[in-house]
């Protein structure tokens, strides 16, 4: 099943409302350009050595990158509260992950803590359940 999603930039949090159980494969695929302060960028967020070199990097270490789409699969009834980088997945523009716990799908922009507040946009977030769209996404 499809679920499309808006993902604000400025959310710390994002509630997808895609609740799924261990074993299933979700897909992702996103479009459109948020902005971190003044730097538009996609899901895939934009290289910032510079940043990292100077003791400054996002909530989640990406190998160098600022802005890329996370996800996270936290319990149901449960609001994340603390970052947890062993849960974290990225996804980007595109993706896949398999689910090893039940639970719902949140994502965010991976972005420095206490910074939200000057982010701006939002991509929109495809997201495919169990194992729909394997060779291809429907509709293209």
Known sequence: MANVVSVPA???WFDTDV???AGTLLRFRSSGVWVD?????SADGYPAQLFYATGRPPRILDD????????????????PTQDDPAQTFPIGVQGEHRV??????????NDRTGYYWNN?????L???TGEEGSDSWQGE
């Open 37 to 41: 302060a003044v730097i538009p960028c």
């Open 64 to 79: 160098g990158r600022y802005f890329r789409l996370m996800g996270r699969i936290v319990p149901n009834g449960v609001v």
């Open 100 to 109: 090893t716990t039940d639970g719902v799908l949140f994502v965010f922009a």
């Open 126 to 128: 495809t997201i495919l």
């Open 19 to 21: 609740h799924v159980v």
């Open 10 to 12: 400025h959310a710390p």
């Open 120 to 124: 701006w946009g939002a991509i929109t």
